[in-house]
């Protein structure tokens, strides 16, 4: 009895030298074919079971094999072709590292199309549509109201005041801080030269402001606002930059006023040749009488006798006639002025002196909306084009004159475009959608 014990703890003691006996580490490193380069996270199984592992970092790996027999590997990486290889028994006995090189091969994906994110909402109501906006550096000034009513005055054929107005200031993230309701119909929202908005009622104006969590109006009447915001266009260090713009003349002044020493000098005249003539020229059309009275009012005021004819005859009412449009913007520390009537962007430095003249030749493109827009965070100048119910928009290099790619707006007939920060906004809604005017913007960087 005691022989059979001690033979059992000798069998029970050599057990796990006859189970390590059994058991084979295979050894070897896995590299490109073409560089001889240790390839990183390769995958190896032994085929026909659940056996893999992964190289390291210098390309070696370790397998431990149950059995000393012949396998099969297979070894495989992204970007490689895959491989196998035969280990004889024998080879798995000397234990010699096995070395696997894999060649290098394109890897095909799937076929994506990438398509740009549509339109974002802004600001919807199911109650209130957005008559007008404004962005600035306090966030987007809304204008919404309940109901638009049409002025058919004489004067104002199909002008449209808004009825029961509000106006709400959005934070960056477009999130309501705060609203206010208007005193009186309002028409629009505009802004001065430092880009303060102002809300232009019926009867008089308000500057707005975000004042300790409200919004505030502090009101100016409209004579101020016409005569003394609405000119002033810009600034730059010490001057306002403005214009005596009249939609009833085909030519006027771009000016800077001295803030400090109080006076203006003239930037640059804008004319648009061809209207000035056919201003001009109705003097020739006039009777005896009327012309004996355009030259007593010229003696009186120091006006040419022809331009009184112009406006004697209403010329400025004329289907032929069309006021000029040559705005002026600050790009970097550049007064640029697009003279679509030279085909130039004449340009100036902040003392006035000037740069150059860049040829333009987008105006002449009859898809142009005769608008251009810029952004205030870059001074990026767009101009805007439409066809085919489509509008879109294309930089122009201050510098060249040549334009960017095209921008689409996805949304057909889009209103009251604006850029600001790389983002085009607009009011839009559905055709035959009960849907009230929304306000959307869409990335067009």
């Known amino acids: 009895m005691k022989c059979r014990y001690s033979i059992t703890l000798v069998a029970f003691a050599l057990l796990p030298v006859l189970v390590a006996a059994q058991r084979t580490v295979l050894r070897g490193g896995v590299r490109d074919a073409a560089t001889e380069r240790p390839l990183a996270g390769a995958h190896v199984r032994v085929k026909g079971t659940q056996l893999v592992g992964a190289t390291n970092a210098d390309g070696a790996f370790e397998l431990v094999l149950p059995r000393p027999r012949a396998v099969v590997l297979e070894v495989s990486n992204v970007g490689y072709a ?3 290889r035969s280990i004889a028994a024998y080879d798995l ?6 070395l696997i090189r894999l060649m290098p091969k394109p890897v095909d994906l799937p076929e994506v199309t990438i398509q740009r994110p549509a339109p974002e909402v802004v600001y919807q109501r199911d109650d209130l549509h957005v008559g007008d906006y404004l962005t600035n550096d306090e966030g987007v000034w809304i204008l919404t109201y309940d109901r638009p009513k049409l002025v058919h005055r004489e004067n104002e054929q199909g002008k449209q005041v808004f009825r029961d107005g509000r106006l709400h200031l959005l934070d960056t993230n477009f999130v309501e801080q705060g609203s206010v309701r208007l005193p009186t119909d309002v028409c629009r929202l505009r802004h001065d030269a430092a880009h303060r908005v ?3 009622g019926v009867r008089s104006a308000w500057v707005a402001a975000w004042v300790q969590g409200e919004v505030k109006l502090d009101e100016i009447s409209l ?3 016409h005569e003394q915001v609405l000119p002033w266009t810009d600034s730059i260090s010490g001057h306002l930059l403005g214009s005596n713009f009249d939609a009833t003349f085909p030519a006027f002044e771009h000016f800077a006023f001295d803030v400090r020493e109080r006076g203006s000098r003239s930037i640059c005249t804008v004319q648009d040749d061809f209207r000035m003539e056919l201003f001009r020229s109705q003097y020739k059309y006039m009777s005896g009488h009327d012309k004996v009275v355009a030259m007593d009012l010229a003696l009186e005021t120091g006006i040419d006798a022809e331009i009184i004819a112009g406006y004697m005859t209403g010329f400025h009412k004329h289907i032929y006639f069309k006021p000029p449009y040559a705005p002026l913007f600050v790009v970097g520390d550049t007064l640029c002025v697009f003279d679509h009537y030279k085909e130039r962007i004449r340009r ?3 003392d006035l002196s000037v740069v150059d003249e860049v040829p333009i030749t987008y105006h002449r493109e009859r898809t142009w909306k005769t608008r251009l827009l810029q952004d205030r965070r870059d001074g990026t100048v767009y101009a805007v084009f439409a066809r085919n119910m489509r ?5 122009v290099d201050v510098s060249t004159g040549k334009l960017g790619p095209e921008r689409a707006l996805d949304h057909p007939f889009p209103e009251e475009v604006q850029v600001h920060d790389g983002h085009a906004y607009f009011i ?3 055709f035959g959608s009960l849907q009230h005017r929304t306000l959307y913007r869409q990335r067009i960087q």
């Not at 006995?93 to 096995?98: C, D």
């Not at 509008?391 to 930089?395: A, E, H």
């Open 391 to 395: 509008t879109w928009l294309r930089s």
């Open 428 to 430: 839009y809604r559905p």
């Open 82 to 84: 895959g491989e196998e």
């Open 348 to 350: 100036f430095l902040p």
């Open 223 to 225: 004579k101020t606002l």
């Open 93 to 98: 006995a000397t234990g010699e590292p096995i």
């Open 198 to 200: 102002i809300v232009e």
